[in-house]
């Protein structure tokens, strides 16, 4: 029986949810499994991961084939890493607290990507929100403008004139002054 670690697809239509399961190879895609070892949510961004690291490697240390978007996954939590660095400290190459200790720097570094990539999202939303709100009160201060009665329009477009004109002879001046 060869084994397959995959996604096995939940959720609503639209909405996809997943759980990364180790499971015969025979199996329907979403039926039965042996090990539920985690959740994945594409929907909200970044995606949302939940892996038991362990057990995924134990799974790949026995033979478990992850499939593509299983081996992405796995990738990017750091499971093949882990597995990597148990089969150097298998050999020898390594000892077991060095396979530690350059899991957790691994793990560490990730956690800085993650976190500098959802500020940016925050950055990125807040000027969005920034920028459509000036948009409105753009839109509100002109639906008010054309809601005022004409005279009142006519006395503001001459204050308006006259502000300009002012400012004009200000200017003439200063560059005959130079």
Wanted: proline share 3%.
């Amino acid at each position: 029986m060869s084994v397959k670690i995959r996604l096995q697809r939940h959720g609503k239509k639209g909405k996809p949810f997943y759980w990364i399961v180790a499971a015969d190879a025979r199996a329907k895609r979403d039926g039965r499994y042996l090990e539920k070892i985690g959740t994945y949510n594409p929907n909200v961004n970044p995606a949302e991961i939940n892996l038991d690291v362990d057990v995924a490697v134990t799974w790949l240390q026995n033979g478990a084939q992850p499939t593509d978007t299983a081996k992405a996954i796995l990738s990017y939590k750091g499971a093949l890493l882990k597995n990597h660095l148990a089969g150097g400290v298998r050999k020898g190459a390594l000892t077991e607290e060095q396979a530690e200790e350059k899991f957790k720097a691994w793990l560490e570094a990730k956690e800085g990507k993650v976190a500098t990539k959802e500020e940016k999202l925050a950055k990125a939303e807040a000027e969005a929100k920034a920028k459509a709100l000036e948009a409105e009160k753009a839109v509100n201060e002109a639906r008010i403008a054309a809601a005022q009665p004409e005279e009142v329009v006519e006395e503001a477009t001459e204050e308006v004139a006259a502000e300009a004109t002012d400012a004009a002879e200000e200017a003439t001046e200063e560059k005959a002054a130079e």
